[in-house]
């Protein structure tokens, strides 16, 4: 249900905008999302972080589960979209995280990857 919900998302982007390799994206979409018709995936989570960051220097960026304060340091706008929700009422880790449009990246990523590295 993740990929569904975040393709969707990304094909709301306009023509003059496109979604270009998804970035931040949670594991579902790593693994599933190319069936879904997503772009490639990048995450900072776990051991994913040592895949290395988005060949694209710049550019829009969806954001899953993540609080937007903190999406605010490395992008400048930082647009809410919609919330996870599986269509089961299974309560799990991605179930109501929210999902971010951002734009306006305030570094390559070759700049703000190190920074992006979490576990948990």
Known sequence: MTPRIVCAVATSATPTDPIGPLRFATIPVVWFGSASGLPPAFSGHNNYWW??????????????????????????????????????????????????????????????????????
Do not use: K
Request: neutral net charge; aromatic residues 14%; hydrophobic residues 40%.
């Open 51 to 120: 895949w290395g960051p988005s060949p694209e220097p710049v550019g829009t960026t969806i954001a899953v589960g993540f609080d937007r304060t903190y999406l605010l340091r490395f992008f400048g706008e930082v647009r809410f979209a919609t919330r996870l929700d599986n269509g089961l009422d299974v309560p799990n880790e991605e179930q109501g995280n929210p999902v971010w449009v951002c734009r306006a990246q305030r570094a390559p990523w070759p700049a703000l990857w190190p920074r992006l590295m979490h576990y948990g």
